[in-house]
């Protein structure tokens, strides 16, 4: 069955991969531990060993690969198929990823960031589905992002674009990790939520959620959430705030790549309704009134799978525009 | 001499039409009063009358004519080639303006917004020459921007993207008259650094300005940069203020598209590398420091034949695309 695509998400806990026919629907999947400790070496054989075994359970071999799709977190040159350096994987010092997966399982691979791969399989099958521009935020420890435009993947002059985590809306505001200070991710990621909750309670806000602190020595951004469901008035307000800092953001990318859809995913939108609706509302409450916009905003689809699929679909559409060498 | 483009840039008052060769270079241009009260008919006709006259001083005909490009202010569905409406020729409502220039002239049109046109003029031929990702910003009485990436222009899903002036760098800020409130517009353009000196010697803030407010009635921009000049405080702090809000839409445009060079184009650049160098260092002090960021800041080198330059590009880039029909 040729036409089989293999698509890898590299992360620092777990590595998983996934086969998919030529309609990118799952043939089957797995996870592995990454072991990033050993170095690359055995981390790469042990995913090159792990997709053979996939094969071989599915009655295919490897000839049936037509493309293998590969996401790992930043930096890495990734047109080049390099891993720069790896914050989780600290063994991974320029590793030629693609050469090495390539020589041992013999078909092309292609090679993106972890947040471009989720964005491009929520674009592909997901989502986004149906449109030709989409934005993608993933709300976790930190702020992801990807952008297609015109349908094609934003990379940036250095491959570092869509960082979207990283744009200022309040210069001079909230210390970031990455340097700056009033970066979207200082507010309305899932650490971020959790933190400026917990300043709040330190200050003297009354909560609902000071007993969580009192106990457990910090808030996550699921307390805040189960607070807000029982009428808890800072974690409304805290909601609030990552709401429009988020709805801020969707106003900016409008006014740069006019998605047509705006797709968030991670660990915070298990909030659900009640984050996105706050979400609609700020952004009504805040666009310009030139012109009526009708951007959809929602939430992602394929939860946990969005990195294989990505890979997988990636793979084929890169096949598909005939540079998948 | 086939390969003749032609580029026609509409504004309100005067229409600009240039020839180029088929190496861009300028062969003859002209500018002639809009007359947008005589309608969409009488506006287009003189357009077509005046590229003949070039043509026929030039000892070129209309079939030497490869390509015309054409820029006006939005709101339009350019890639049908309709004018919706303009703020200023009312008479314009849903004129087909590609297909009446191409009855007269028989020669394929391109259409695309004034910003985008002169944004591709810079990217093309002036400012932005050699790189595939550049984000360019007019600084006139609004920030008009375009967007080019990976060596294609962004258009957005609805053909209104890269209105980079409404980014939003100040929630709940400065009025802006999208009807939006904190755009970096409503900081750092001609108008609004103008209002705010305006506004800072109204509210009893000392500078040398003062006698020209009371003098004139009224502060421009250029103003501003004289007697920044001369050493005058109020000015030093406004144009603090101009270009840390360019600085920081400037980070946000790197962390989104990246391009390899951002090009300031208007009136404004007229106060030199008091106000460009002031970007440059607000950039590199607000810049995250994860990774050290080489894009280029610089002003645009086409001045006022930006428009015409861009549209007569356009039209050359959509020919070897085999776009152009």
Known sequence: MSGTFVGIDVGGTNVKIGLFDSDLKLISK???TTEAEMGPDVVIDNMAKTVEKLLTEANLSLSDITGIGIGTPGPAKYSEGIIIKSTNMPKFINVPICKMLNEKLGAPV??????????????AVGAGKGVKDMVFFTLGTGIGGGVVSNGELVHGCDEN???????IIHPDGRQCNCGQRGCVEAYASADSTARRATEAIEGGAESSLKKVLDKKGKITS???YQHLASGDKLAKEITDGTAKALAITCINMLHTTEPKRIVFAGGMIAAGDVLLNRIKEYFDEHIW?????YVEICFATLGEDAGIIGAAALAQHTKQQGKLK
């Open 30 to 32: 797995t996870s592995i």
């Open 110 to 123: 292609v090679f993106d960031n972890d947040a471009n791969v989720a964005c491009w399989g929520e674009f």
């Open 161 to 167: 674009g869509a960082e979207l985590g990283h744009m």
């Open 222 to 224: 699921k307390d805040i």
């Open 289 to 293: 009134t030139l012109k009526k916009e």
